[in-house]
């Protein structure tokens, strides 16, 4: 994330405070020993003056931090990501063969649509610290929020949706190539598309007894886009920098101190994985959702089940409501020790192919991206890593183009860290069997002797862990059968190393 460590600094403000405090106490008594007798306490003044100018220095050393850290993420080296024509682009489910100009428009509209959340800075002073920006210490919180943002996304959206202001971002950084092609030496992009799409022909006009039908599915349409645009606009209102804003970096902040964290610490995907559970648990906003978050890379069906099923739960006081939740399944898992383990990889690759997934928090060490697709043996991800001027989000009809990336980035599966969390989403019952149904399937292609992680009938508690529900406030426990015992060993005390 960052070369200078933020929790550095926050280390010399915060640890090193509490050592002063605590020699001031120490050498307290030895002043109070004088020639003359005891020396009278410390006046309550002076230990006030003394708490400020600690206090001063602490916001000193946060500014000079966020200052450092706005610099080194504000700005970005333009450069085009290039594409091969002749492989598929998978992206949450879809296919894209970018072989002509219809193709490519496809992929830019499904990839311009994800909802990006980068570094932002100068929104409203996170409590309990001096922090006015996320920059350096937040790329994980940022990812997290991307991922959620993808499974509300599908929640309240059409599965095909696509922002309408896309047509007008012309400055889309990729091309796509014919890898070596001996007419085009070094390859040449495919026309460009940045221009707006349409016929040079004029329209043909249609019969008199064909217009009003026409007219009348027009209006459908656009009060039908119309709809969907204010949920769009409603759904980034839910991720602003204000402190209101239900899983925005205020409350995610806040919510984190329950599992031992702060503002300016470094999160991992399984801590962001509980925390987002809890944001949407907390929240009123979202209705007819609930986030499950599997134990010991196993999901327990019936846990989700009691979950979701309203009818087992006979707390809902709305006759009318539906009688099984939409649910987003979040699992936290292990991909390796110190590196990716290459025989998960097609197994990745089959995650990111089903309709189900929302996505992958994960990232290269010390560097959280967020993973929506691949093309040959490269991932493709949205990237934090980038600090932009906090947008009031409470204004009426404030800009959304901050909110969406127009530069597609690629990197190497062998760069990828171990740990991460996946995602997936299931709007009801059936949806969610055919869930388990698929992703056992992706599961099975793995060249490992054992599964990134696993579907099991029954509840936690009936494997020995009554303690550890997935509304438990820390991470998952890691509890494996003798076997794998070593094996969860190495997976905790690494993911600590990498992340924490």
């Given at each position: 994330m960052n070369s200078v460590s933020p929790s550095a600094a926050q280390y010399v403000g915060g640890v090193m405070q509490d050592e002063l405090v605590d020699r001031g106490r120490q050498q307290q008594p030895m002043e109070r020993q004088g020639s003359f007798g005891v020396r009278p306490p410390q006046t309550q003044g002076a230990s006030r003056e003394a708490a400020g100018e600690l206090d001063e220095m602490d916001k000193l050393k946060a500014k000079l931090m966020s200052a450092w850290n706005n610099v080194k993420y504000g700005w970005t080296v333009k450069s085009k990501t290039s594409f091969n024509k002749m492989s598929p682009v998978t992206v949450l489910g879809h296919s894209y063969l970018l072989n002509s100009e219809d193709e490519v428009e496809r992929f830019r509209l499904a990839f311009v649509s994800r909802i990006w959340l980068t570094y932002r800075r100068e929104f409203p002073q996170l409590e309990g610290s001096t922090w006015t920006t996320d920059c350096g210490w937040g790329c994980m919180l940022r990812s997290g929020q991307m991922l959620l943002a993808q499974g509300l996304l599908v929640h309240l959206m059409p599965r095909d949706w696509v922002w309408p202001e896309c047509q007008q971002l012309t400055d889309v950084d990729f091309e796509v190539f014919r890898p070596r092609s001996p007419a085009r030496a070094g390859g040449v992009p495919i026309p460009s598309f940045g221009s707006p799409r349409g016929s040079s022909t004029p329209e043909k006009s249609l019969p008199s007894s064909q217009a009003p039908r026409c007219s009348q599915k027009k209006r459908v349409y656009e009060?039908?886009?119309?709809?969907?645009?204010?949920?769009?606009?409603?759904?980034?209102?839910?991720?602003?920098?204000?402190?209101?804003?239900?899983?925005?970096?205020?409350?995610l902040v806040d919510i984190g101190k329950g599992s031992g964290k702060k503002a300016g610490d470094w999160y991992g995907p399984s801590v962001v994985a509980h925390i987002l559970r809890k944001a949407v648990d907390k929240t009123s906003v979202v209705t007819n959702l609930a986030v499950y978050v599997a134990q010991d890379c196993t999901v327990y069906k019936e846990d989700v089940v009691h979950l979701c099923d309203r009818s087992l739960n006979q707390t809902s006081s709305d006759p009318s409501s539906q009688d099984w939740k939409s649910v987003i399944?979040?699992?936290?898992?292990?991909?390796?020790?110190?590196?990716?383990?290459?025989?998960?990889?097609?197994?990745?690759?089959?995650?990111?192919?089903?309709?189900?997934?929302?996505?992958?928090?994960?990232?290269?060490?010390?560097?959280?991206?967020?993973?929506?697709?691949f093309q040959d043996e490269q991932l493709l991800y949205l990237d934090p890593h980038y600090c932009q001027p906090v947008v009031d989000v409470s204004q009426v009809n404030f800009s959304l183009e901050s909110f969406h990336c127009s530069s597609p980035k690629k990197m190497p599966f062998n760069r990828m860290d171990p740990s991460c969390t996946i995602g997936f989403y299931a709007k009801n019952k059936k949806d969610f069997e055919s869930l388990c149904s698929a992703v056992s399937e992706a599961l099975s292609s793995s060249k490992e002797k054992y599964p990134v992680f696993t579907f099991v009938e029954g509840h936690s508690q009936d494997y020995g862990l009554e303690g550890h529900s997935s509304n438990h406030s820390g991470p998952p426990a890691h509890i494996l059968p003798p076997g794998r015992l070593g094996r969860s060993n190495n997976r905790r005390s690494s993911e600590e190393f990498v992340f924490l």
């Amino acid at each position: 994330m960052n070369s200078v460590s933020p929790s550095a600094a926050q280390y010399v403000g915060g640890v090193m405070q509490d050592e002063l405090v605590d020699r001031g106490r120490q050498q307290q008594p030895m002043e109070r020993q004088g020639s003359f007798g005891v020396r009278p306490p410390q006046t309550q003044g002076a230990s006030r003056e003394a708490a400020g100018e600690l206090d001063e220095m602490d916001k000193l050393k946060a500014k000079l931090m966020s200052a450092w850290n706005n610099v080194k993420y504000g700005w970005t080296v333009k450069s085009k990501t290039s594409f091969n024509k002749m492989s598929p682009v998978t992206v949450l489910g879809h296919s894209y063969l970018l072989n002509s100009e219809d193709e490519v428009e496809r992929f830019r509209l499904a990839f311009v649509s994800r909802i990006w959340l980068t570094y932002r800075r100068e929104f409203p002073q996170l409590e309990g610290s001096t922090w006015t920006t996320d920059c350096g210490w937040g790329c994980m919180l940022r990812s997290g929020q991307m991922l959620l943002a993808q499974g509300l996304l599908v929640h309240l959206m059409p599965r095909d949706w696509v922002w309408p202001e896309c047509q007008q971002l012309t400055d889309v950084d990729f091309e796509v190539f014919r890898p070596r092609s001996p007419a085009r030496a070094g390859g040449v992009p495919i026309p460009s598309f940045g221009s707006p799409r349409g016929s040079s022909t004029p329209e043909k006009s249609l019969p008199s007894s064909q217009a009003p039908r026409c007219s009348q599915k027009k209006r459908v349409y656009e009060s039908t886009k119309d709809r969907q645009e204010h949920i769009h606009s409603r759904l980034v209102t839910w991720f602003g920098d204000q402190p209101p804003a239900p899983f925005g970096v205020h409350q995610l902040v806040d919510i984190g101190k329950g599992s031992g964290k702060k503002a300016g610490d470094w999160y991992g995907p399984s801590v962001v994985a509980h925390i987002l559970r809890k944001a949407v648990d907390k929240t009123s906003v979202v209705t007819n959702l609930a986030v499950y978050v599997a134990q010991d890379c196993t999901v327990y069906k019936e846990d989700v089940v009691h979950l979701c099923d309203r009818s087992l739960n006979q707390t809902s006081s709305d006759p009318s409501s539906q009688d099984w939740k939409s649910v987003i399944i979040l699992v936290p898992v292990r991909l390796g020790g110190e590196a990716l383990n290459p025989s998960y990889i097609d197994c990745v690759k089959n995650f990111l192919k089903l309709e189900c997934c929302i996505g992958i928090i994960g990232g290269k060490p010390k560097h959280s991206l967020y993973f929506i697709g691949f093309q040959d043996e490269q991932l493709l991800y949205l990237d934090p890593h980038y600090c932009q001027p906090v947008v009031d989000v409470s204004q009426v009809n404030f800009s959304l183009e901050s909110f969406h990336c127009s530069s597609p980035k690629k990197m190497p599966f062998n760069r990828m860290d171990p740990s991460c969390t996946i995602g997936f989403y299931a709007k009801n019952k059936k949806d969610f069997e055919s869930l388990c149904s698929a992703v056992s399937e992706a599961l099975s292609s793995s060249k490992e002797k054992y599964p990134v992680f696993t579907f099991v009938e029954g509840h936690s508690q009936d494997y020995g862990l009554e303690g550890h529900s997935s509304n438990h406030s820390g991470p998952p426990a890691h509890i494996l059968p003798p076997g794998r015992l070593g094996r969860s060993n190495n997976r905790r005390s690494s993911e600590e190393f990498v992340f924490l």
